[in-house]
Structure formats: C-alpha cells, structure tokens
Nanobody
Framework: QVQLVESGGGLVQPGGSLRLSCAAS????????MGWYRQAPGKQRDLVAH???????NYADSVKGRFTISRDNAKNTVYLQMNSLKPEDTAVYYC??????????WGQGTQVTVSS
C-alpha cells in the first residue's frame, strides 16, 4: 500500500507561482510513475502532468510551458512547479502513484485557487 501526502496549495493571484509537493511512503518499490491530476467543481478529474521512474514526462496541453513536474527519488517526493497561473487553473490538485499490477493510489488533494 502507498500513502501520498500533498502540500503547497493555496491562493495566488493570476500570473503568480506555486509549488506543490507530494511525499510517498509505504510500498515505494511498487511505484513506476507518479503524477498530478486536477478537478474543478462540476468537472472530471484530468491529468496535469506525469513522470515515470525513468524521468519521462507528459503534460496536458493546457499547462505545457507553464508547469514543470520533477521528482526527488531520495525523498520519495514529486513536485509540480506552477508558473504563470491562470484563473482556469483553479481546482483541487491530486497526487497519484501508478503501481505495478495496475494499481493506483491517490492523495487527499490540495486546493489551488487563482484569483485577484
């Protein structure tokens, strides 16, 4: 079993920046990739960014060039650096771990609000 704890959300003005962190614990060896998803009110949960153990990254078109996903394997932590934030980035952001055996774990979510 994998436990994920997110931090770093909050309120920021348009054009500002935030960095989200997600610390993994438990069955770390079972993780082959981690990512960030987001869900706005009344909408489905969508992929924001994804990174494999080998460092291969994937981004939603809406965040390319503004967001960067990275990981610190020594700390079992994945980060999402978000720059040039827009009001449409407002959502609950969830950390995700993809595990061998087609299993998936989720964090509790952290709110990001972009507003003036």
């Amino acid at each position: 079993q994998v436990q994920l704890v997110e931090s770093g959300g909050g309120l920021v003005q348009p054009g500002g920046s935030l960095r989200l962190s997600c610390a993994a614990s438990g069955s770390i060896f079972s993780i082959w990739a981690m990512g960030w998803y987001r869900q706005a009110p009344g909408k489905q949960r969508d992929l924001v960014a994804h990174i494999t153990n080998g460092g291969i990254t994937n981004y939603a078109d809406s965040v390319k060039g503004r967001f960067t996903i990275s990981r610190d394997n020594a700390k079992n932590t994945v980060y999402l650096q978000m720059n040039s934030l827009k009001p449409e980035d407002t959502a609950v952001y969830y950390c995700n771990a993809d595990q061998y055996g087609n299993r998936r774990s989720w964090g509790q979510g952290t709110q990001v609000t972009v507003s003036s």
